[in-house]
């Protein structure tokens, strides 16, 4: 799908780089992340208008450093390079790059020297609060270019080109506690690249709507129903685009939570399009058994599903397409490639990472590039009932990768049982919408305790709930101890199997959302 101006952040790994992606599609301006090692030729099909180098943990002089052509800082397009991404630049035009002695991580104040420069436009001081995350830095620069920002231990903080439109940053504009962060960004992508702001998801709409019509012609595309937001928005979308030829599916893998089983039922209600519900439970729980491994898990799932998705496409004629909910997100935690340089992808996620190797069906993804809150716009858009726009996300792999471990049916019946009890609190406590996700995690661990006079010795659960705008990020959600004890004691005396509740206090990162 082709969305008009286009920026390219090139990713060398910063746990930013998709910051920066989100700071510029806030802006308007269609925005990907690229690996650093994507083609010269692959850029300019793009035609994008800007390229952000984005930082990463690397140092230029090592021996695995993600590096690039120079003739891509030479192409003409503007250029701005962020913490690594700004060392690259001085490396490649023959500046000097050395360990600095004091590393710099957090807040540091930049003297603006160049109060003129196109990337300072609009900022109303000398000096600024900006974030610094660095080891190396940048000591000396070839003659073309001019440094225009430092502060106390970094001499040379911001950089540009003395003719060309290449600039050069050593501290994070995306992060929030940046001051005037985003009006830098805005101004390198609005007034150096001179983007037109005209990333709207309405007009984003119709023309993903056209081209799902042209790509799947007279073809007929089987879609995955999950109950939820993503999967719902997508068939919504190509239902639009080519009508009957939809031919959607649920498959009820006995990994649901009873609330998904309901909204399944609703949505069976409200569609014009009809569902064909597929019991599959003893497939998958046989597939699961004795099996510990969180990844291994997910490709289970994911592989299970794609047979049940082929099988039931082999009954109708025509069908070349499978079409996923898929979003933005999902790729980018389950791609290799943005798991950087170097280590696993972070998790598999059923319908990307945990897809088989091979697949006699074309995906159709039409939200693969569109982050959550996105969705939910665009879903909002397109006029979806409110309590499926404000749903907590369920994942595909269900409460398989909520019970650590090894499932079985006891266990899912104690889960299932657990997060009654926490969704009929959540909406007595109006909690609900006020929380982007909440649910209960089954421990393999038994401990102590006294019930009735009686020892017990019985398994902990976990109450995990965030809040998040795009589920890159978040935090743990700040619960009432009333809330927190009411969950727990409901729990813990009426739900046979559980004995002991604790409450998940990390955020994301270093944590994930959901524990496998
Ligand atoms: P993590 O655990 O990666 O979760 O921080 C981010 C969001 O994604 C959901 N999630 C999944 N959704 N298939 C899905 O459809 C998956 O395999 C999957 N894994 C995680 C998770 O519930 C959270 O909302």
């Known amino acids: 799908m082709k969305i008009g101006e286009l920026i390219i952040v090139l990713d060398f790994g910063s746990q930013y780089s998709n910051i920066i992606v989100r700071r510029i599609r806030h802006l308007g301006v269609h925005t990907i992340l690229c690996s650093h090692n994507i083609s010269i030729y692959n850029i300019l099909s793009k035609k994008p208008k800007g390229i952000i180098l984005s930082g990463g943990p690397f140092s230029v002089y090592n021996n695995n450093a993600p590096l690039i052509y120079k003739n891509i800082l030479e192409l003409n397009i503007p250029i701005l390079g962020i913490c690594y991404g700004m060392q690259l630049i001085s490396f490649l035009f023959g500046g000097k790059i050395e360990s600095s002695k004091n590393k710099e991580y957090g807040k540091s104040y930049l003297k603006i020297i160049d109060e003129k420069n196109p990337l300072f436009l609009g900022i109303p001081k000398k000096s600024i609060i900006v974030w610094m995350s660095h080891s190396d830095e940048t000591k000396e620069i070839s003659e073309e270019f001019k440094v225009i920002g430092k502060t106390t231990s970094c001499s040379i903080a911001a950089f540009c080109h003395k003719k060309k439109n290449i600039y050069a940053l050593q501290f994070h504009p995306e992060v929030s506690h940046t001051e005037f962060g985003m009006l830098i960004i805005k101004n390198f992508i609005l007034k150096i690249c001179k983007c037109n702001a005209n990333f709207k998801l309405k007009n984003i709409i119709k023309k993903s709507i056209d081209n799902i019509t042209k790509i799947v012609s007279k073809k007929k595309v089987i879609l995955g129903i999950s109950g939820g937001l993503d999967s719902f928005v997508a068939a919504s979308l190509i239902y639009k685009a080519i009508g009957d030829s939809l031919h959607c599916i649920f498959v009820n893998n006995g990994l649901l939570l009873e609330e998904e089983e309901k909204s399944i039922d609703k949505i069976c209600s409200i569609v014009k399009f009809p569902i064909n519900i597929i019991n599959a439970k003893n497939q998958f729980l046989s597939k699961l058994t004795g099996i510990i491994d969180p990844e291994k898990k997910r490709k289970i799932i994911g592989e299970e599903f794609i047979k049940i998705f082929e099988k039931e496409s082999k009954k109708i004629k025509n069908v070349e397409f499978l079409a996923q909910g898929t979003i933005y997100s999902d790729v980018i935690e389950s791609s290799k490639d943005s798991s950087k340089l170097s280590v696993n992808p972070i998790k598999s996620h059923h319908n990307v990472g945990g897809l088989p190797k091979t697949i006699n069906l074309k995906l159709l993804e039409p939200l693969k590039k569109f982050f959550k809150d996105e969705v939910i716009e665009i879903g909002y858009i397109l006029g979806l009932p409110k309590y499926l726009l404000y749903k907590h996300p369920f994942p595909g792999p269900g409460i398989s990768i909520r019970i650590i471990g090894e499932i079985n049916e006891k266990k899912i019946s104690i889960l299932r049982k657990a997060e009654n009890i926490l969704f009929q609190e959540l909406n007595n406590y109006k909690l609900y919408t006020k929380l982007n996700q909440a649910f209960i995690i089954l421990l393999p661990i038994k401990s102590v305790g006294i019930m009735g006079d009686k020892r ?61």
Do not use: H, Q
Not at 479 to 493: A, C, D, H, T
């Open 456 to 516: 017990s010795y019985e398994y902990t659960a976990i109450l995990r709930s965030i809040n998040t705008k795009d589920f890159m990020t978040a935090t743990f959600s700040n619960l009432s101890y009333e809330f927190l004890e009411k969950v727990s004691n409901r729990i813990i005396n009426e739900v046979d199997g559980i004995n002991r509740m604790l409450y998940d206090i990390s955020s994301k990162p270093p944590s994930t959302i959901e524990w496998e």
